[in-house]
C-alpha cells in the first residue's frame, strides 16, 4: 500500500494570496491526481500530475489559477493562486496503483479562504 | 448531470441498527465501481471495490452488492457503531483511472 503525507493540513488564507499543497508519497507511483471537495459537494477532479510534463487539467480548471508540479515519481505540488472565499476547499492528493485498481488518497488539505 | 447519484442524502440511525446506502449510476461501461467512507474534513478510505462481474464484496460489517444490469450499487452496513457516523460516497471508474464521485451520504450514528 501506499502511504500519501499532505501538508498542510488546514490553513486559513487571506483573499488574494496563493498557498501551495505539497503531497508526498512513499513509494514511486505512475500516476498522481488533485481533486477538490468543496463544502457539501462531491469530490471533483482538478489534474492530473504528470512526471516529466505539464499536468492535465479538467474541464472548469486551468493551470494559471492551479499550477502543479511534479519535479519527480514520490512528490507534487497544488498552488492555489489569486485565492477567493470561493476557493475554500478540501484539496486532496491521490495516486493509483499501476492497474488502477487500488487508489488512495492523502489526508486532504482544507483550506478556508477569509 | 453527475453521472453517479446516491440515496439517501443523509440517514441518522440508533446504534447496533442495520442499514443500506444506494448508488445509481449511469456510466457505461464501466471499470469497477468502489465505496469510500470519508470522516468530516479527512480524505476517503476505501472499503470495497467491484468490477463488473462481481456481484457482491464484503469487508467485515460492510457489505456492497451490484447489479450490473440495473446500474445500482449497496453498501448494507450491519450492527452499525458509533465510529460509522461518517459520508459514504460511491466512485465509478471510467478507466484511465478517472473517478466519478458521487455526492455521498451523510451517516449519523446515535447512541
Same mark, same amino acid.
Given at each position: ?11 486559513? *488564507?487571506?483573499?488574494?494570496? !496563493? ?5 508526498? &508519497? ?27 510534463? @505539464?499536468a492535465t487539467y479538467e474541464s472548469g480548471f486551468v493551470i494559471d489559477k492551479f499550477p502543479i508540479s511534479r519535479p519527480n515519481l514520490t512528490f507534487s505540488t497544488l498552488t492555489v493562486s489569486n485565492m477567493s472565499p470561493e476557493?475554500?476547499? #478540501? ?15 492523502? @489526508? ?5 479562504? &477569509? | 448531470? =453527475?453521472? &453517479?447519484?446516491?440515496?439517501?442524502? !443523509?440517514? #441518522?440511525?440508533? @446504534? ?6 444506494? *448508488? ?19 480524505g476517503p478510505v476505501s472499503l470495497t471495490i467491484m468490477t463488473f462481474s462481481e456481484n457482491t464484496k464484503s469487508n467485515g460489517r460492510y457489505t456492497a452488492t451490484l447489479d450490473a444490469d440495473t446500474k445500482q450499487s449497496s ?14 460516497? *460511491?466512485?465509478? =471508474?471510467?478507466?484511465? @483511472? ?11 450514528? #446515535?447512541?
Amino acid at each position: 500500500s501506499a502511504v500519501i503525507s499532505q501538508k498542510p493540513s488546514r490553513d486559513i *488564507c487571506q483573499r488574494g494570496t !496563493s498557498l501551495t499543497i505539497q503531497c508526498q &508519497v512513499d513509494s514511486q507511483v505512475t500516476m498522481m491526481f488533485w481533486y477538490r471537495q468543496q463544502p457539501g459537494q462531491s469530490l471533483t477532479l482538478i489534474a492530473t500530475a504528470n512526471q516529466g510534463s @505539464e499536468a492535465t487539467y479538467e474541464s472548469g480548471f486551468v493551470i494559471d489559477k492551479f499550477p502543479i508540479s511534479r519535479p519527480n515519481l514520490t512528490f507534487s505540488t497544488l498552488t492555489v493562486s489569486n485565492m477567493s472565499p470561493e476557493d475554500s476547499s #478540501i484539496y486532496l492528493c491521490s495516486t493509483a496503483t499501476s492497474s488502477g485498481n487500488t487508489i488512495y488518497f492523502g @489526508e486532504g488539505s482544507w483550506l478556508t479562504v &477569509v | 448531470k =453527475n453521472q &453517479v447519484e446516491q440515496s439517501p442524502q !443523509s440517514l #441518522i440511525i440508533l @446504534e447496533g441498527k442495520n442499514c443500506t446506502l444506494q *448508488c445509481n449510476y449511469t456510466v457505461s461501461p464501466f471499470s469497477n465501481l468502489r465505496w469510500y467512507k470519508q470522516d468530516t474534513g479527512r480524505g476517503p478510505v476505501s472499503l470495497t471495490i467491484m468490477t463488473f462481474s462481481e456481484n457482491t464484496k464484503s469487508n467485515g460489517r460492510y457489505t456492497a452488492t451490484l447489479d450490473a444490469d440495473t446500474k445500482q450499487s449497496s453498501l448494507h452496513i450491519t450492527a452499525s457503531q458509533l465510529s460509522d457516523s461518517a459520508s459514504y460516497i *460511491c466512485v465509478v =471508474n471510467f478507466g484511465n @483511472e478517472k473517478l466519478t464521485f458521487g455526492t455521498g451520504t451523510r451517516l449519523t450514528i #446515535i447512541p
